[in-house]
């Protein structure tokens, strides 16, 4: 038996062994476990199962040994990922430092600043949260005017960001800032990472249309940030910001696998609002339903096809972009199948006369549009397709079709 044979047999064994059977179950909603200093746990089970994958350390695999993972080859982290996938296995955390600044530190951080951010990370013990869009830098993130200025050994940071996704119970957020107000505009942006409780720091939710509050807008009012929060170089936080919204849509796409109503049974809905499909429409619903099925598949083999491209070396950054697009815009086309499906079961509210599940996939078909805004909206995305995948020039300003 070859190592690589033998370490597919241990870790089908480990985790056969210690992945709770209810672990091994679509996840509805509320099951979610965060990673943060004071982890919520829906079950015991959940608790247990966090616990032996953070002491396998698991959570972060690849991550060098020093920094809190388990220094995995990537060989065997695809052994690992495929065992899971097999045998149905729930992540046992969702922690957006991992998926997204984890790499950026990796790249860019101090040795310092590795030791101290990147293994209670590695342990699932800050939940972290991500500053970059304002009310007036969106999409056009490099006007971004939230300010640092220098106070000596520290920044002074004031201004606020928007869109943060659960800034209200994050424990650190990482920020690009403005630096240097005299520079360019994207010459004069730094990236730093802040302690969510440091005075001055005010995170008020946003209601959704779709009932829930995610969103945050987050205040900064002279907070003080030491100077060792600084990653990678001072002004050249640009470059760094790409490279982890290169991240952020990937773990975008792994959170919208599990966050997203996907756990909706859509060939079980079929059957049970369809049964016995009849007439033109009936049977055009029921092909739509198919294709959808169809194209989740295919997106799921894609992403199973770039993880191996990734671990072999390859740049995957422009993928990434056709990754979010393609991702999320399919999660909003099944839920439009879906509320047909539903026909008036999918206008429910607040009313007892609703199913929970009804009620889900009402809210997850308006959440699917917000999530093709975030992460950089789908027409952001079309823009990195054309120039970083296929090539295509700059449109000339006053140019005509």
């Known amino acids: 038996m070859s190592s690589i044979e033998q370490f597919r047999h241990d870790t089908r064994a480990w985790l056969e062994a210690n992945c709770p059977p209810s672990m091994r179950t679509v996840m509805g909603e509320g099951d979610v476990v965060w990673g943060a200093s004071r982890p919520e746990f829906p079950s015991e089970d959940a608790r247990l199962w966090f616990e032996r994958m953070r002491d396998r350390r698991w959570f972060c695999p690849e991550w060098p040994v020093e920094y809190g993972g388990a220094g995995l080859e990537p060989e065997q982290l695809a052994?690992?990922?495929?065992?899971?996938?097999?045998?149905?296995?729930?992540?046992?955390?969702?922690?957006?430092?991992?998926?997204?600044?984890?790499?950026?530190?990796?790249a860019y951080g101090s040795e310092e600043q590795k030791r101290a951010l990147l293994p209670p990370m590695a342990r699932g013990e800050v939940r972290w949260c991500q500053g970059f869009s304002e009310p007036n830098a969106g999409s056009d993130l490099a006007s971004l005017k939230m300010a640092a200025r220098d106070g000596g050994d520290h920044f002074i940071v004031d201004g606020s960001k928007i869109w943060t996704s659960y800034g209200d119970k994050s424990d650190w957020m990482y920020a690009l800032v403005r630096t240097d107000?005299?520079?360019?505009?994207?010459?004069?942006?730094?990236?730093?990472?802040?302690?969510?409780?440091?005075?001055?720091?005010?995170?008020?939710?946003?209601?959704?249309?779709?009932?829930?509050?995610?969103?945050c807008q987050v205040f900064f009012d002279a907070v003080k940030v030491p100077k060792s929060q600084l990653i990678g170089e001072l002004n050249g936080g640009w470059a760094l910001g790409k490279y982890l919204l290169q991240h952020e849509r990937k773990a975008m796409s792994r959170f919208g696998e599990i966050s997203l109503p996907s756990h909706v049974d859509l060939a079980a809905l079929v059957r049970e609002y369809l049964p016995d499909p009849?007439?033109?429409?009936?049977?055009?619903?029921?092909?739509?339903?198919?294709?959808v099925a169809m194209n989740e598949h295919a997106y799921e083999l894609t992403v199973r096809r770039m993880g191996e491209e990734?671990?072999?070396?390859?740049?995957?950054?422009?993928?990434?972009?056709?990754m979010k697009l393609v991702h999320t815009e399919q999660e909003r086309d099944k839920f439009e199948v879906l509320l047909d499906l539903l026909g008036g079961h999918g206008f429910g509210w607040h009313s007892d006369e609703f199913s929970e599940r009804q009620l889900a996939v009402t809210r997850g078909w308006l959440n699917s549009y917000a999530l093709t805004i975030s992460g950089g909206a789908s027409e952001i995305q079309l823009n990195v397709i054309a120039k970083r995948v296929l090539g295509l020039p700059d449109g000339k300003k006053g140019a005509t079709a």
């Open 79 to 106: 052994v690992l990922e495929s065992e899971l996938r097999r045998l149905g296995c729930r992540p046992p955390q969702i922690n957006l430092g991992i998926w997204m600044l984890g790499p950026v530190l990796l």
């Open 181 to 215: 107000s005299s520079k360019p505009r994207h010459d004069g942006i730094s990236l730093i990472v802040l302690d969510m409780r440091s005075p001055g720091v005010k995170a008020q939710p946003i209601d959704l249309i779709s009932g829930k509050s995610a969103f």
């Open 278 to 291: 009849r007439g033109q429409g009936e049977l055009a619903l029921k092909a739509r339903a198919s294709a």
């Open 310 to 322: 990734a671990r072999h070396g390859d740049d995957i950054g422009g993928l990434m972009a056709i």
